[in-house]
């Protein structure tokens, strides 16, 4: 124990050979009896009767039960779910608003296609309209933001008449159809030939990981740690990443011709990239001066996630063309938008879409409960509180442990990047990610301690945080004790199989 307590030093000064898992805060409230298939038939079930899907653990969890931010498995076990199924469950599983919502509309009128009109779509509309800047106004509502994304692509082209669009290296929009060349993610492709025509990504910019950026480009509370020679008023990468989309326009677009172009405010499955101050302004003044549309992503950073704003493009001092949203709309009920101003949507006219279930009544009951209870609970305020309290925890942890490369993000939309710290190159500006296997262990370790995220990333190396919107300090205190406990496993057993 003496050599390994030596490995450690410099490595976390909390450094104890306690096995106590930390505690989950406690609660009010007991799950129902499960009552379901076994877990031995869901698993062979999932092998022989339902489609591949993302293997998040090495024991699949088997989920029973949700409330608010807590989530049951078949055995009654509780877990802090601070993933939220990928940012969709905004104001917390079972909310009895929703559930409420759900159960009277049901009771009322369940369902009538786009083809009818009926008043909760009306008043949803209304709703939805007043949270948007300038003229978006027009609303379309679908199922789910690839939907969205689709309909958003469609769009800039017929308002245009021009083909060629643009996105962001390291960028998720889906992978339906023309999303398939849109998003720029190559773990996420599969062989298609025809999904990437007039389509260009331009470079990350990253400036944690990519070439020009430092501690001074992000609109965060955190920065990275790379020097730069930027400053408050000017932020010199933003001008560099802007040049190499510049050079996109040079070679490959006709001049004047490009359709739109589609950006996250804050990339998720990406890895929560935040892009340097001051650089989606001047790209979007570029696309509109060669003729094309903008489009702003906020399926992941949208309804008061991100704290400051109710929607993240406006922490960029910008004002979309075209709006797409989904999940958190929700709160997990499959419905989604498209928000635009008027005359983008006459466009539509001489083109089609179609959706059956899009504007159900039930869909916008739900929507219309969402948007009241996160003003009323002061969801956004506790996104921008919670939020930064846990950024700033993170930060403490970045101090500790050479293993935590970088933290980012906004609100409750949070990145921790993992990196070998024993090859740590950064100096040379070479960054090693922590391998999969080190990631996975973690991951599966704080599993079982009772705490749930995600992982994003080129590397799969960026733990991702974004849970329910009504966690509070106690919870962060519990995650930020779970993942100290979880890293400190990791490195006991690194270097005693070292030994």
Request: charged share 20%; glycine share 10%; net charge positive.
């Given at each position: ?71 049951f498995d078949h055995k009654g076990k509780r877990y ?220 992941q950073t949208g309804f008061g996630r991100t704290g ?115 090859q740590d190159d950064s100096d040379k500006g070479i ?69």
């Open positions: 124990m003496k050599n390994i307590r030596n490995k450690f030093k410099g490595i976390n000064k909390h450094y104890t050979t306690s096995r106590l898992y930390p505690k989950l805060p406690p609660i009010d409230f007991k799950p129902l009896p499960y009552k379901g298939v076994s877990y031995e038939k869901a698993q062979s079930m999932q092998l022989d009767n339902v489609f591949p899907q993302v293997q998040m653990y090495e024991e699949p969890l088997l989920l029973h039960e949700g409330k608010m931010q807590w989530l802090l779910d601070m993933f939220g199924g990928i940012a969709t469950v905004s104001v917390g599983h079972c909310h009895p608003r929703i559930t409420e919502a759900i159960a009277e509309q049901s009771g009322i009128l369940g369902h009538v296609s786009g083809a009818y009109e009926h008043p909760k779509m009306y008043e949803y509309v209304e709703a939805l309209v007043s949270k948007m800047p300038g003229d978006l106004k027009t609303v379309y509502l679908v199922n789910s933001g690839s939907e969205a994304n689709e309909l958003a692509m469609q769009l800039v082209r017929l308002h245009t008449g021009n083909q060629d669009v643009l996105s962001i290296q390291n960028c998720y929009h889906g992978v339906s159809g023309n999303l398939h060349g849109l998003t720029a993610l190559a773990s996420v492709k599969y062989n298609n030939m025809s999904a990437g025509n007039f389509i260009h990504h331009a470079m990350c910019p990253d400036v944690f990981k990519g070439i020009w950026g430092g501690k001074k480009c992000r609109d965060s509370p955190v920065q990275t740690q790379r020097s730069c020679e930027c400053d408050r008023v000017r932020c010199h990468a933003a001008d560099k990443y802007y040049e190499q989309l510049e050079d996109i326009f040079s070679y490959s677009i006709p001049r004047g011709k490009v359709a739109g172009f589609f950006a996250e405010s804050i990339q998720g499955v990406g890895g929560i990239v935040q892009f340097p101050r001051g650089y989606l302004k001047r790209v979007y003044e570029l696309i509109r001066s060669n003729g094309g549309l903008c489009v702003a992503d906020e399926v400051e704003h109710f929607w993240n493009f406006q922490s960029h001092g910008v004002t979309p063309d075209i709006v797409t949203m989904a999940k958190g709309i929700g709160n997990g009920f499959p419905m989604a938008a498209v928000v635009t101003t008027p005359a983008i949507a006459r466009s539509l006219n001489s083109g089609f879409h179609f959706n059956t279930f899009g504007g159900n009544p039930v869909s916008c009951a739900v929507g219309v409960s969402v948007l009241k209870v996160i003003d009323e609970e002061g969801l956004q305020k506790n996104c921008l509180d919670v939020g930064t309290y846990f950024l700033e925890k993170l930060c403490g942890m970045r101090r500790e442990w050479k293993i935590i490369g970088d933290v980012r993000g906004k609100g409750l939309m949070i990145g921790v990047e993992l990196i070998d710290g024993d960054i090693n990610p922590l391998n999969c296997r080190a990631i996975s262990r973690i991951k599966n370790d704080c599993l079982k301690m009772g705490l749930l995220f995600g992982v994003g990333g080129v590397r799969s190396n960026v733990l991702r945080f974004m849970p329910p919107m009504c966690v509070t300090k106690a919870d962060v205190d519990f995650t930020i004790a779970v993942l100290r406990r979880a890293m400190q496993n990791y490195y006991e057993a690194k270097y005693r199989n070292n030994l």
